[in-house]
Each structure stands twice: as structure tokens, then as C-alpha cells.
């Protein structure tokens, strides 16, 4: 009997994991990033005591974002109506989540900082001398995908709605092509700025969601980066 009530505790907890990974579009991010996160400390070889707090710091998160889940549930049975207290309540538990997301960003920043740096300084110092017409290359590239990948989710048009942004897409592949072959940081980071307002044009319209921003973004980076290797 024992055993039994031991196993449906177990379920019990793994249906609620399941119930934020379906319902919470934060915690799907959250396990992508962890996902790409380890993979990266695979293809870094990251110490062990590194892959502890690594690990520590995506429990954080994942824990924080469901205690988040949990609270806005329950003060949603409490209160169908708007009630002030019930929003500061929202408020804290999702600034726990934020907090939990930045401390463990820059603790990611700090693990891997060497070797991303030693591969950006080996990589950059190869493709700034390259020709110009492999970021229109890469512009074709990104723009195909992004037809391929609308036409797969069968929503929204080229460069209106549907998975992925075709905005974001074209916009982070354009960016990452001024990473590469710009000599300073100031075209860079003005490209930057230009790149975050036109995602944040996108998603205050409500042209797309957050995840099909942060997916064309991804598209656009990776595929950009990927054609410029192939290219050295």
C-alpha cells in the first residue's frame, strides 16, 4: 500500500511538470534553453563542479517557474475578478522567475566565457576578410527556411504571423553578418538595438508570439553562423 501511495505521488508531481510544459509557454523556453545549455557544456567540456551549478541553476529556474504556475492557479480560484493584491501576488511570483532567469544567465556567461570568446576570436578574425556576398547567401538561406517553416505550420504569411518570424529571421542573420565582417563594436551594437526594436515591434503589434520570435531569431543566428563556417 505504501509503494502505491509512494508511486502516485510520483505521478501526481509528474503531472504537474507536464501541466506547465502544456499550458505555460515560459517553461517550454525555459526547457529549450536548459536543452541547448547542456549541449553546449557537452561541446565545451565543462568541469564537473561546472555541470553542478549549471544543473542547480536550470533547477532553479524550472522550480521557480512552476512555484509561479502554482500561485497564479491558486489566486485565480480565489479571485475570478481583478483584486490588487491578487496582481501583487502575479507580480512577485513572476519577478522570482526573472530573478532566478538573469542570476542564472550570468552565471552561464561566466562558465563559458573562455571558450566562447576563444571560438568568437577564431571565427571572426577568419570571416571579416570575407566577401560580401555571403551574407546575401545567407539572407537566401534564412529566407527559405522561413518559407519552408510557414508553409510546415501552415499559419501566417511570409513577413505576417505564423512559426517562425520572418522579420526576426531576416533581422538576426543581417545582424550576425555585421558581427562578422564589421571591424569596431559601435556598427554592431546600433544594428543590435535596431534588430531588439523591430522583434519588440512585432510582439507589441501582435504580429507573433514570443516563441516564434525567439525561434525565428535562432533560425536566422544558426543558419547565418552555419554558411559562414562552411564558407572559412
Avoid at 100 to 123: E, K, Q
Avoid at 126 to 142: A, E, G, R
Avoid at 152 to 170: E, I, Q, V, Y
Wanted: contains cysteine; glycine residues 6%.
Amino acid at each position: 500500500m505504501k509503494s502505491r501511495k509512494l508511486t502516485d505521488s510520483f505521478n501526481y508531481a509528474i503531472r504537474g511538470l507536464l501541466h506547465c510544459l502544456r499550458t505555460q509557454r515560459n517553461m517550454r523556453i525555459h526547457f529549450v534553453v536548459a536543452a541547448l545549455v547542456l549541449l553546449l557544456a557537452i561541446l565545451t567540456k565543462v568541469s564537473a563542479l561546472e555541470t553542478v551549478v549549471l544543473l542547480l541553476c536550470i533547477g532553479a529556474v524550472i522550480m521557480a517557474e512552476m512555484i509561479n504556475t502554482a500561485i497564479e492557479t491558486a489566486v485565480d480560484l480565489a479571485h475570478s475578478s481583478y483584486h490588487p493584491l491578487a496582481a501583487i501576488a502575479k507580480d512577485v511570483s513572476a519577478g522570482a522567475v526573472l530573478v532566478a532567469s538573469v542570476l542564472s544567465a550570468v552565471v552561464g556567461c561566466i562558465i563559458f566565457y573562455d571558450d566562447l570568446r576563444n571560438i568568437t576570436f577564431t571565427v571572426t578574425n577568419k570571416v571579416k576578410h570575407m566577401p560580401i556576398h555571403i551574407t546575401i547567401i545567407s539572407l537566401i538561406v534564412v529566407t527559405i527556411a522561413v518559407i519552408a517553416g510557414k508553409a510546415w505550420s501552415r499559419k501566417g504569411t511570409f513577413l505576417r504571423g505564423g512559426m517562425p518570424s520572418g522579420h526576426s529571421a531576416l533581422a538576426m542573420s543581417l545582424l550576425t553578418s555585421i558581427v562578422f565582417l564589421s571591424e569596431g563594436a559601435a556598427v554592431p551594437f546600433l544594428a543590435a538595438v535596431l534588430v531588439l526594436m523591430v522583434m519588440h515591434s512585432r510582439l507589441e503589434a501582435g504580429v507573433h508570439t514570443l516563441w516564434e520570435i525567439i525561434v525565428g531569431a535562432l533560425l536566422g543566428f544558426f543558419l547565418t553562423v552555419l554558411i559562414f563556417q562552411m564558407a572559412v
